[in-house]
């Protein structure tokens, strides 16, 4: 184990669902990343946050709202997605921002049906 | 453009063999290079991490090499296990400011009987 967690790890939605995905970290670390991977394509960076700031944000749709109540909770709300948003979703953490050793969760599979 | 090139992009060799894996980078500045395993449904997990000063790194069975050169990396697997069966993923940072890393797409081992 990683020391990061993420739930769901399986989560099927329709297009006018709401939902969410949860991510904590138990490694002390300050910084924390949302990531999306489609099959055959690199990891995708989403969102970044160092000391609950959001630091980066890479052109995300709005549908896709991210939440950081504290360094070691890290939330991705969903609404209105669309079938082509279906991929692995993965949070990962950080000491700090910048070159880092990222460590991963397990990711969340979503399905938008 | 800062891109990660892997090859190939996906192996299948036989339980005890051993492989290597490729890894081209056009990366500007550079500041680390890491492999990643990534296990089917899990997150990925570090196996490696060089600068530029470093030629050889080792880790069990496996091994990195770089080359900031020719900007070249490769990944040695040594007596492959059933467990090496994953995808490997190169990974470089760039020394600016943000997270600046550069995800490549990963080559798919499987280690067959």
């Known amino acids: 184990e990683t020391g990061v967690t993420q739930t769901p790890r399986h989560l099927v939605m329709g297009m006018t669902n709401k939902k969410s995905l949860k991510c904590e970290q138990h490694?002390?670390?300050?910084?924390m990343y949302w990531y999306k991977q489609s099959a055959k394509k690199p990891l995708e960076l989403m969102f970044v946050?160092?000391?609950?700031?959001?630091?980066e944000n890479n052109s995300v749709p709005s549908r896709f709202s991210p939440e950081c109540p504290n360094s070691s909770h890290l939330f991705l709300h969903l609404h209105t997605l669309q079938p082509e948003d279906s991929a692995l979703y993965l949070c990962?953490?950080?000491?700090?921002?910048?070159?880092?050793?990222?460590?991963f969760g397990p990711g969340t599979r979503l399905t938008v049906t | 453009k800062n891109q990660v090139e892997q090859s190939p992009q996906s192996l299948i060799i036989l339980e005890g063999k051993n492989c290597t894996l490729q890894?081209?980078?056009?990366?500007?500045?550079?500041?680390?290079l890491r492999w990643y395993k990534q296990d089917t449904g899990r997150g990925p997990v570090s196996l490696t991490i060089?600068?530029?000063?470093?030629n050889t790194k080792s880790n069990g069975r496996y091994t990195a090499t770089l080359d900031a050169d020719t900007k070249q990396s490769s990944l040695h697997i040594t007596a492959s296990q059933l467990s090496d069966s994953a995808s490997y993923i190169c990974?470089?940072?760039?020394?600016?400011?943000?997270?600046?890393?550069?995800f490549g797409k990963g080559t798919t081992l499987s280690v067959s009987s």
């Open positions: 990962a953490s950080s000491h700090g921002q910048g070159g880092y050793e990222q460590y």
């Open positions: 490694l002390g670390h300050n910084a």
């Open positions: 946050y160092n000391f609950k700031e959001q630091t």
């Open positions: 890894c081209n980078y056009t990366v500007s500045p550079f500041s680390n």
């Open positions: 060089m600068t530029f000063s470093e």
């Open positions: 990974v470089v940072s760039a020394a600016q400011a943000g997270t600046a890393l550069i």
